[in-house]
């Protein structure tokens, strides 16, 4: 086989691909998440806005927290007496 | 399963490989897809990724000689452009070429990082061929494929963007970010030390 003919065959055989059937949806997949991610802090974001324009609403939220990390004391203690 | 890709890259194809009659109207529609996507339309994004699936892979695999993992990295440009798709400027540059680039800059992470594992497989056997002759012609695939490999990635990159993918020099030029004059060079200094591989194999054999 001649030289150049043998670079030929190589070159034909390199521009050969196989691709998975399966390829474009598993791509697409990982689109989704991100579409997904990406939309969800846009819903926390408005409503963080919304929180951070009123006092009151900054308020509720620091007391909430505070009834929670008091509850979850409690439940903590409860089950340390309890075992 | 796979999809058998062969033939040639001019511009748009889809992971079949044949290519539609009318390229230009793709690359309209290819704005449209774009501009789809941009307004929260996830699901064109398909088209795109069918669209350049075959070609992106093929010259990820090239590139980096690994034909293990070319399916993942290309997944990764998908992602990349999916994410940066709003950053695309159709007055500077064709989808195609912005995409490539892409693809280019994560193949030549994975080449720097790891060892070439690609080494192509021996064409299918002809009717007329000995054993001996595909032997050789196997031998010369790997030979090829190593020469590859071990070109200075610069000269692989564009290498592979002219001979398998069939971009023009200029779009390639593009693509590396450098000159056409050095572009020409480095695929010119590619195929002069391809084809002395070749002599030298054929010397020895």
């Known amino acids: ?83 | 399963m796979t999809h058998r890709f062969s033939g040639t890259f001019r511009g748009p194809a889809c992971i079949t490989g044949q290519m539609h009659p009318c390229a230009v109207g793709k690359m309209t529609e290819e704005s449209d897809v774009i501009r789809r996507v941009l307004e929260g339309d996830g699901e064109s994004f398909r088209l795109l990724v069918e669209r350049y699936a075959g070609p992106v892979t093929r010259m990820i695999r090239n590139v980096s000689g690994d034909d293990q993992a070319c399916e993942d990295l290309a997944q990764e440009v998908f992602l990349a452009a999916y994410e940066k798709l709003g950053t695309f400027d159709p007055r500077r540059s064709r989808f195609s070429t912005w995409l490539f680039t892409i693809a280019r800059n994560k193949s030549v992470n994975a080449a720097r990082k790891k060892k070439p594992l690609y080494v192509a497989n021996p064409p299918e056997r002809t009717g007329r061929e000995t054993p001996e002759d595909t032997v050789a012609r196997a031998e010369f695939l790997t030979a090829l494929d190593r020469e590859l490999s071990a070109l200075p990635l610069a000269q692989r990159t564009a290498f592979v963007l002219a001979e398998f993918e069939h971009l023009p020099y200029e779009q390639i030029a593009q693509i590396e970010g450098a000159r056409l004059g050095t572009v020409k060079s480095r695929i010119s200094r590619a195929r002069d030390r391809l084809m002395a591989a070749l002599r030298r194999f054929g010397d020895a054999g």
């Open chain 1, 1 to 83: 086989m001649k030289h150049e003919e043998m670079f030929n065959t190589w070159k034909r055989h390199k521009e050969r691909i196989a691709v998975s059937i399966g390829f474009p949806e598993r791509v697409m997949t990982h689109v989704r998440e991100r579409q997904a991610a990406q939309q969800a802090p846009a819903v926390s974001a408005s409503l963080l806005r919304r929180v951070v324009a009123r006092p009151w609403a900054k308020a509720a939220v620091v007391v909430l927290g505070v009834l929670a990390g008091l509850v979850r004391i409690v439940m903590t203690l409860d089950l340390i007496l309890r075992a």
